[in-house]
């Protein structure tokens, strides 16, 4: 059975298989999450995801981890926020479920999942948290050589609001 954990961490410190970041479409370094994964990573990073994109929201890409303590980047592109009625909820989901079963299918015991879409694309973090725990929990108990699933937050609001809705599932 799959282990869930929520915790604020620097994602790229974390000793696990795979991280996740929060990619934009052409796989490009930017700013956030992002920005610091590939900082992590060291240039053999941005290098290995121009092969790869463009990658289109919902979807991910895996690469190495390069520099990084895990194995693995897998780069989801979450939704811009538009509101809601864009199909956005599906999109992040997707994105959550694309992740597990691409860690899956690597071989990966463990990943760690940034809040995707939460920073600069809008997502509000209240409903992000419930898409990304419902869609993780859904894509594990499917993937169950996935063994953990870290949720890393940036700060104690979203790591809160990412263990209200793990309680909801159990």
């Avoid at 610091?36 to 790869?52: D, F, N, Q, W």
């Avoid at 897998?74 to 926020?81: D, E, K, S, T, Y």
């Avoid at 760690?112 to 594990?140: K, L, M």
Wanted: contains cysteine; charged residues 15%.
């Amino acid at each position: 059975m799959t282990r869930f954990e929520v915790m604020e961490a620097d994602i790229t410190t974390l000793d696990v298989d795979t991280i996740v970041n929060a990619a934009n479409g052409q796989l490009m370094a930017g700013g956030g999450v992002c920005g610091a994964i590939h900082r992590a990573a060291g240039p053999e990073l941005a290098e290995a995801c121009m092969s790869l994109a463009p990658c289109p929201t919902g979807e991910v890409r895996a690469t190495s981890g390069f520099r990084l303590s895990a194995r693995f980047v897998i780069h989801a592109v979450g939704p811009v926020w538009k509101g809601g009625a864009a199909g956005e909820d599906r999109q992040l989901a997707a994105c959550y479920r694309a992740a597990i079963a691409e860690a899956a299918r690597l071989g990966a015991a463990s990943i760690a999942f940034p809040a995707i879409s939460t920073g600069i694309y809008g997502y509000p973090p209240e409903q992000a948290a419930q898409v990304a725990v419902a869609a993780a929990h859904e894509a594990a108990h499917r993937r169950p050589a996935v063994a953990q699933v870290v949720f890393a937050c940036f700060g104690e609001h979203s790591a809160r609001l990412h263990r209200e809705a793990l309680e909801v599932l159990h």
